[in-house]
């Protein structure tokens, strides 16, 4: 029997990213008690990574953007599986999201007339990310954090979620341990809300940090709740290759925003090779007419480099697999070319990228201002996770919430950069209001005791196997899997591989042992990660295999092309009764006449 130290809040919300805090900040607003719970130390959730901006069409760059236009480009990028009113709700309400950012305390950088600036980014038709250099997730978790302190929400650092229990047919608490002590902590709530980003480290080759094993998608699941889209992972076109020790790590799609241009090892600029029937209309005929566009001239359209990210990687893949790739498997980044195009061209590359300057000085000895980048496609962002109704946020199981990379349903296929931003404080502080809401409409329930003490048993069996295998060994040899046989190009026989390989890895985990006690081991943190990471590959593997044509994130080399019939249906995948997972089609949720008008007019 455990010992627990028990807590009671109205809302918990576990996981502290830029959706996390932005839900915190709205439920603890409606009145209720909040607990805000987070694996790593407040700040460091991966929102604080991202670089490049924060989509929303505030129109300050180029007047002829707004909503109407954003929300087409949104369902386009997604090849329109998206939830269509989640896309609508997005576009709408990105703009007061990021100026309330700005009252918060936000310093975007500035046009010359002192709005907020905006720049280019693929898919998206106007400049329209609002943004801080390069380091936009910094400021945007900073303002937040800045902002939530002073809300009186109870934070829970470096404290991991194992389960959540449901009574009556909702949810009303969760168990966790600390990671430093490693003590268990049960949190009794009214409502919860999953922040918990995504599931990089399914892969080998990712640009996400540690903490990404698909925590919260997998404790959706089982509680019951549907996942949806996990089919849609998104390969971003640009990671570091070179060296070894940095590969996956992002460079921003923000450099070919200030443009840079993708060469091969021919140096031809091969974008323009394969341009999509699709964005033909929106891409500019020439690299000329490209600059233009970059140069903000409002007759000119998109460079090819600012097709979008499942294009532009599969493009890369193409080039490296044809024999025209760099010395060390990618190809070619140029952001240093446009000294021939402009002056102080050094000082406007260090001010606009500050932080790609330093990452490829200091890791791989290169200075952008002078040579090209090598770089490759990176596990960087999963469309899928769980299955909310748009406007509450609200998953399949009353009181579970989920807002941000955990949640499904605004992007659909792809991902548009920028969007993500703006969907974690969009949806995020929709999910504050709906679970203080119902927290509000509902009683506190007592966890199971005997279920309690089951997760808090299963989650010490590793230490009664000091002898088993290292849980390292079985999360490295997921990754590669993962990376080799449910990666950026698809086929069913290897797929299927892929599914019976992940029951040899199930029961290799099982086995899975550590040493020492419980006082901060990484070992141990391993082990428990396992299983999420084992649920959350195994919902991919089987939605890929579902889904036989190409679309978005998903390429399958034995279905290569986009088949109408799949463009209705969303896949979801759901707990059987006998614990099996299921895979299952939905009709595409959200389409509205006034929705299908806008798409024709901007088509
Ligand atoms: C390098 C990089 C650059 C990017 N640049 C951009 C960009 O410019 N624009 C853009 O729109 N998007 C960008 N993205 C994507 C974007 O940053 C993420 O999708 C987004 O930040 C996710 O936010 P989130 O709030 O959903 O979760 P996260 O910020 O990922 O936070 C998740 C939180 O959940 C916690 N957590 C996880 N599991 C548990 C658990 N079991 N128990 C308790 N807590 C848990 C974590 O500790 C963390 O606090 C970028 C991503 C990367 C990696």
């Known amino acids: 029997m455990q010992e627990f130290q028990t807590l009671d809040h109205d809302v918990i919300v576990i996981g502290a990213g830029g959706a996390g805090l932005r839900a915190a900040i709205e439920a603890a607003a409606h009145g209720v008690s909040v607990g805000l719970v987070c694996k790593s130390l407040l700040g460091k959730a991966h929102t604080v990574m991202a ?124 168990l966790a341990y600390d990671r430093e002590r490693g003590r268990f902590r049960l949190f009794r709530a009214k409502a919860i809300v999953l922040a918990t980003g995504g599931i990089g480290r399914a892969y080998t080759i990712t640009s996400n940090s540690w903490e990404y094993t698909g925590d919260g998608h997998a404790l959706a699941y089982h509680a019951g709740a549907a996942l949806q889209d996990m089919e849609f992972v998104q390969f971003h076109p640009t990671g570091m290759v070179w060296p070894p020790s940095v590969r996956g790590i992002l460079v921003t799609e923000g450099v070919r925003g200030e443009g840079g241009i993708l060469v091969n090892s021919q140096g031809r600029r091969f974008m323009f090779d394969d341009i999509p029937e699709n964005y033909r209309a929106q891409t500019a005929d020439t690299p000329e007419e490209g600059w233009r566009y970059v140069l903000g001239d409002k007759e000119a ?58 990452q490829f ?134 797929m299927a591989r892929a599914v019976d390989g992940l029951e040899t890895l199930r029961q290799r985990a099982n086995r899975a042992g550590v040493t020492g006690n419980r006082e901060y081991n990484p070992g141990w943190h391993t082990a428990l990660d396992l299983p999420n990471l084992l649920t959350v590959s195994e919902a991919v593997a089987r939605s890929a295999i579902e889904r036989k044509e190409s679309r978005g994130g998903h390429f399958r080399d034995d279905y290569p092309e986009k088949d109408a019939a799949w463009g209705s249906f969303n896949l979801l995948v759901q707990r059987r009764p006998d614990g099996g997972m299921a895979v299952r089609r939905e009709p595409v949720v959200g389409v509205t006449d006034e929705l299908t008008r806008l798409v024709e007019k901007y088509k």
């Open 51 to 174: 670089e490049g901006g924060i989509a929303a069409a505030l129109a300050n760059v180029d007047e002829r953007d707004g909503w109407e236009v954003h929300v087409t480009d949104t369902l386009r990028g997604g090849q329109y599986v998206n939830n269509w009113r989640m896309a609508e709700l997005h576009a709408k309400e990105a703009p007061a999201r990021v100026r309330e950012l700005e009252a918060w305390g936000a310093v975007f950088d500035r046009t010359p007339d002192g709005r907020i600036l905006q720049r280019n980014f693929g898919g998206h038709r106007y400049p329209r990310l609002a943004h801080v250099g390069d380091r936009t997730g910094l400021e945007m978790i900073r303002t937040l954090q800045d902002h939530g302190v002073h809300q009186g929400i109870d934070v829970h650092m470096e404290v991991t979620v194992l389960a959540l229990y449901q009574r009556e047919g909702r949810v009303c608490g969760a």
């Open 301 to 358: 359209r998109r460079p090819a480099e600012l097709l979008t990210r499942d294009h532009v990687a599969r493009c890369i893949v193409r080039e490296v697999r044809e024999g025209r790739g760099s010395p060390h498997g990618g190809v070619f980044l140029d952001i240093a070319w446009i000294k021939e195009r402009i002056p102080n061209a050094a000082d406007h590359i260090k001010k606009k990228l500050p932080s790609m300057y330093h």
């Open 361 to 494: 000085k200091q890791l791989a000895d290169i200075d952008i201002t002078k040579e090209p980048m090598e770089v490759g496609p990176t596990t960087h962002y999963v469309m899928g996770g769980v299955r909310v109704d748009g406007d509450t946020q609200m998953s399949t199981v009353p009181g579970l919430f989920a807002a941000g990379e955990v949640a499904a349903g605004l992007h659909g296929a792809n991902r548009l950069g920028g969007n993500s931003l703006s969907d974690l404080v969009v949806f995020g502080k929709r999910a504050g209001e709906f679970a203080a809401r119902f927290a509000k409409e509902h009683t506190a329930l007592e966890p199971d005791q005997g279920e309690v003490n089951q997760t808090a048993r299963e989650a010490l069996a590793p230490f009664d196997r000091p002898a088993g295998e290292n849980p390292y060994q079985v999360q490295h040899a997921l990754q590669v899997m993962m990376q080799d046989l449910v990666g950026i190009v698809r086929r069913e026989e290897e």
